[in-house]
């Protein structure tokens, strides 16, 4: 978890955007992803994009990609109440050894819409 | 789609007794994961495998075993259950190699020891 770092709390208003950030180490990093936890559930996969790409776009979702920056981010447009969960970044390692397959979680950005 | 399944969402268990947390996936994914989540600490890695029978170390594997005798099942075992060990476990899967190696997730264990 200390190679990818997220912000904890994010606040917006409904309709509004909400963009999340998330930075990483690891340059050989070949997937980013982002999930989506809701309480007291398992972590739903949102999308991800490849290290190649800078964007990526998927309805209300956007996901940006600066690899020089190491930086990451997901923007939500028209933020609904429904949108409130917590956000996990996590990246995947072409070059760790034996533990390809493995993800590498941030500790997750708890979302809160206000209506 | 790929459905993960856990043997329970809720648990609770008593100090000193041996748990066991089942996951079951129905796509033959080789890899398959536990992790447990604390507030303010994330997901961390506990244990996972890659095949049948093969198993690696995650970053807290104290206290906890795991066991992978048929692909699509990988058990936790906790062998003496301690109050540190209440959390929220969770079971994923992936395929590997595959194209993107995104993990999907089961709906999760609350374990609470008392």
Redesign the interface.
Known sequence: ?EDVEQS?FLSVREGDSSVINCTYTDSSS??L?W?KQEP??????LT?I?SNMDMKQDQRLTVLLNKKDKHLSLRIADTQTGDSAIY?CAE?SADRG??????Y????TQLTVWP | DVK?TQSSRYLVKRTGEKVFLECVQDMDH??M?WYRQDP??????IY?S?DVKMK?KG?IPEGYSVSREKKERFSLILESASTNQTSMY?C?S?L??GP?????????T?LTVT
Not at chain 1, 98 to 103: A, E, K, N, V
Not at chain 2, 100 to 108: A, D, L, V
């Open positions: 978890g904890l070949t997937y992803y999930y007291g559930a398992g972590l739903q996969l991800y490849f996990f995947s034996s533990t390809l397959g493995r993800l979680f941030g500790r997750g | 993960v080789e890899n994961f303010g600490l994330g997901l961390r890695l996972f890659y690696e970053d969770l994923a992936s590997y190699p993107s190696y995104e993990q999907y997730f089961g709906p999760g609350r």
